[in-house]
């Protein structure tokens, strides 16, 4: 079973960087699709990146400034230059399809606070 967790969120300046964490606790790391969502208050969740083995996309208004990767055991977004406008809850999202619409993935980590301060 799929048991998504996502760490390293918290407050950081705008202008600074702060990386999360995703690690699937139920198993060992294998899934092809993995991506990161946000919602912030009062809005709904948007797409944030998505990464398979081959491949990476990035909603337009991170591009440049996040990056997603993986290794075995974890999915990372980088986050630098953050903004004000950043600040949200970040979810963690795996498998179904490397797509930018959430329902399309399978399963959901409880999501990591990130506070970005002017």
């Known amino acids: 079973q799929v048991q998504l967790v996502e760490s390293g969120g918290g407050l950081v300046q705008a202008g600074g960087s702060l990386r999360l964490s995703c690690a699937d606790s139920?198993?060992?790391?294998?899934?092809?699709?993995m991506g990161w969502f946000r919602q912030a208050p009062g809005k709904e969740r948007e797409f944030v990146a998505w990464?398979?083995?081959?491949s990476t996309y990035y909603a337009d208004s991170v591009k440049g400034r996040f990056t997603i990767s993986r290794d075995n055991a974890k999915v990372y977004l980088q986050m630098n230059s953050r903004k004000p406008e950043d600040t949200a809850v970040y979810y963690c999202?795996?498998?179904?399809?490397?797509?930018?619409?959430?329902?399309?993935?399978?399963?959901w980590g409880q999501g990591t606070q990130v506070t970005v301060s002017s």
């Open positions: 990464i398979t083995n081959r």
């Open positions: 999202a795996a498998e179904g399809l490397a797509s930018v619409v959430a329902r399309n993935y399978d399963y």
């Open positions: 139920g198993r060992t790391f294998s899934s092809d699709v």
